[in-house]
Structure formats: structure tokens, C-alpha cells
């Protein structure tokens, strides 16, 4: 937003401003000073409630040549300990890794404003820059977060990745045992993040954990339908960004639930994507008792599996059921959800 905007500055509310308006008295210039000035005062009507003697982040929002009352006028309340942490936090333009160094003494600050805008800079930037700024998590107070009722589900998939980020081989121990307990802990509602946090436990233990994993979620019948999908979404996002465990034994694991009806689509089309063609008669037979959706993503994969097996399996389909093949097809044609047909 600072870098976006024209004019940056920052103000506090007059008690006397004008019925519709706001009257702000700007206390400094962050961006635009060739046009605003800091003891200037300014009656603007301001997208937010704004209450006297509080202090405003005022973004002004247009054409650099435009007039200050011809601007697109943006506040953000904040007090002296937020203002600060903007006005020194470093440009858009500066090294993502670098950047995201500064951030991380910030995550879970006092400040709501401040710890939620933190998180949102880690969020927001590519894996492999929060990779080269892991050294700077704090990986105590990571797990101290993880397990602190008060901090947002939303953020704790991140910080249980972020543990698996940690490079010095006592952390990286430590932190393998305290997510391998998370794995296995009793759990009656639904676990927000715990996507991420599987997914860091996976780039910390490797295979044994991804046998934890498999054992405990995906190959077990009843393990509850929220888990199974945070399994999948980190076998997923391992098979981008780990290293240790084959693709082959990812596979494996993720055939696993070609026995869960609810699960099965997806899982196939995972294994399309990933090319793992070892299941190709398995997948053909759950044709005839399948959904819909299913049968559309067994069609999509035997479409795309290179393997000779594949040919006579289809042609086997299309005996078996012509209009639903053929209608599978003409679905697939249509989206991009699979791999091109070989």
C-alpha cells in the first residue's frame, strides 16, 4: 500500500473536523512531501470511523499529478508502537529474503495490527524466499504458538512448516519430536493448519514420518475425513518441495485411499499428475462402482498413463459403458485438471 500510494503521511484527528469529514493534523510525510508538508491540515472523507486525538495512516491513492482533494483517500488506525514498525519497515524493492528478517520479530506482537500485517509479508512470499529466511524463526517460540490457544488457527499451518525449515541438526530434532506428538495427538474438531504442520513434520523426518503419516490417515479406514484431506494437501505440497522421500513411496502412500470412495477422484488425479502409472489396472477396476466424478478421473488417467496397459483398459471401458466414457471425455477435453493425454 505505502509503495502504491501517491502520498504517505501520517496524522492525527482534530477534535474540530467538519460534519462529514475528517480534519487531520499531518504529523509527518512518508511518501509525497513535494505536495504535502508536515503541520499541514487537511479535511478529507477518510473509508474508515476515525475518533479525536487518534493517530491515522493516511494513503492517498491516484495520478502523481493530481490534487490532494482529488486523491482516493485510504486510513489505517494506528498507535505509536504500529506507526513505528511501518515507517520502518523496508520497501517492496528490497530482497524478499531480506525483507522477511525484518518481519520475523514481529510475528505474534502485542499489537494485533502489527502481528496479523507480519504474518501476511510470510504469507504472501514464495516458499523458496521463506526458505532462505528460516534462520531467522524462532524455533521455541514457534512451537511455544503451536500449542498457545490464543493465537489464530490460520497462521499455525505456516509456523508448523516453518519448523520444518530449521537447518541445525538439534533444532531440526527437536522439532520433529514436538510435531511428530501433534501428529498423533487425540483430536475432536477440526484442526486449522494442520496441513502445514504435517507437511513440516514430512521435511523433518523424511520416510518414517511419511509412514506415520500413512499409517495413522491415509491407510487407515476411519481416520476422520478433515485429517485425510491436510494429509493429502502436505503429500502434495512434499512432492514440490521435499527432497528425501522417493516419488515412488509418495505414491504409494497416496494409493492408500483409492479404497476411500470420498477420496478416491483425487487421489487419482494426483497420481496422474505426478505420472505414477504403477496403480493403472487398480485404478481401471474402480470404474464400474465408481461417481461420477471418479469415473471421470479414472478415464482422465488412463487417457494420460503412457503405459500399453492403459490402451486396453480403456477400450475395455468404452465396451463396458460408451455414453459414460465418451461423456468423460468430452468433460476432461475441457479442463486442464489432468495431464495432457500422451
Known amino acids: 500500500m505505502r509503495d502504491r500510494a501517491a502520498v504517505v503521511a501520517l496524522a492525527e484527528v482534530d477534535q474540530s473536523s467538519p460534519r462529514g469529514k475528517s480534519r487531520l493534523n499531518v504529523h509527518r510525510v512518508l511518501a509525497g512531501g513535494a505536495r ?12 474508515m470511523a476515525v475518533k479525536p486525538g487518534g493517530l491515522v495512516l493516511l494513503f492517498g491513492n491516484g495520478l502523481p499529478a493530481a490534487k490532494l482533494d482529488a486523491l482516493a483517500w485510504h486510513g489505517v488506525a494506528v498507535n505509536e508502537q504500529s506507526y513505528a514498525y511501518f515507517a520502518r519497515a523496508p520497501a517492496a524493492k528490497v530482497p524478499a529474503a531480506e525483507r522477511l528478517r525484518y518481519f520475523a520479530p514481529y510475528l505474534e506482537h502485542a499489537d494485533p495490527l502489527v502481528a496479523e500485517d507480519a504474518y501476511l509479508e510470510f504469507g504472501h512470499a514464495p516458499f523458496d524466499v521463506v526458505a532462505q529466511a528460516a534462520g531467522v524463526l524462532p524455533a521455541a517460540r514457534l512451537r511455544a504458538w503451536l500449542v498457545d490457544a490464543k493465537v489464530p488457527p490460520s497462521r499455525k ?28 495427538a487425540p483430536e475432536d474438531d477440526f484442526r486449522g493448519g494442520f496441513d502445514g504442520i504435517l507437511g513440516g513434520y514430512l521435511l523433518l523426518a523424511g520416510e518414517p514420518g511419511l509412514e506415520l503419516v500413512e499409517k495413522r490417515y491415509l491407510a487407515h479406514p476411519n481416520s476422520r475425513d478433515g485429517d485425510v484431506r491436510h494429509a493429502m494437501t502436505a503429500l502434495r505440497f512434499y512432492r514440490e518441495y521435499g527432497r528425501e522421500i522417493p516419488l515412488a513411496r509418495l505414491s504409494v502412500a497416496l494409493a492408500k485411499l483409492l479404497d476411500r470412495r470420498e477420496f478416491a477422484a483425487a487421489a487419482i488425479t494426483d497420481l496422474a499428475r505426478w505420472k505414477a ?46 455414453a459414460g466414457v465418451a461423456d468423460a471425455e468430452r468433460v476432461l477435453s475441457q479442463t486442464t485438471d489432468l495431464p495432457a493425454v500422451q
Open 36 to 47: 504535502m508538508a508536515a503541520g499541514a491540515t487537511l479535511d478529507l472523507t477518510l473509508d
Open 277 to 322: 502409472w504403477e496403480s493403472t489396472a487398480r485404478i481401471a477396476r474402480l470404474y464400474a462402482t465408481a461417481d461420477a466424478a471418479t469415473r471421470r478421473a479414472v478415464v482422465g488417467y488412463l487417457l494420460a498413463c503412457p503405459s500399453k496397459e492403459a490402451v486396453p483398459e480403456l477400450q475395455r471401458l468404452r465396451e463396458l459403458d460408451a
Open 157 to 184: 499451518g505456516f509456523y508448523g512448516l516453518a519448523l520444518g525449515l530449521s537447518t541445525d541438526a538439534a533444532t531440526r530434532e527437536a522439532n520433529a519430536e514436538f510435531l511428530r506428538k501433534l501428529v498423533v
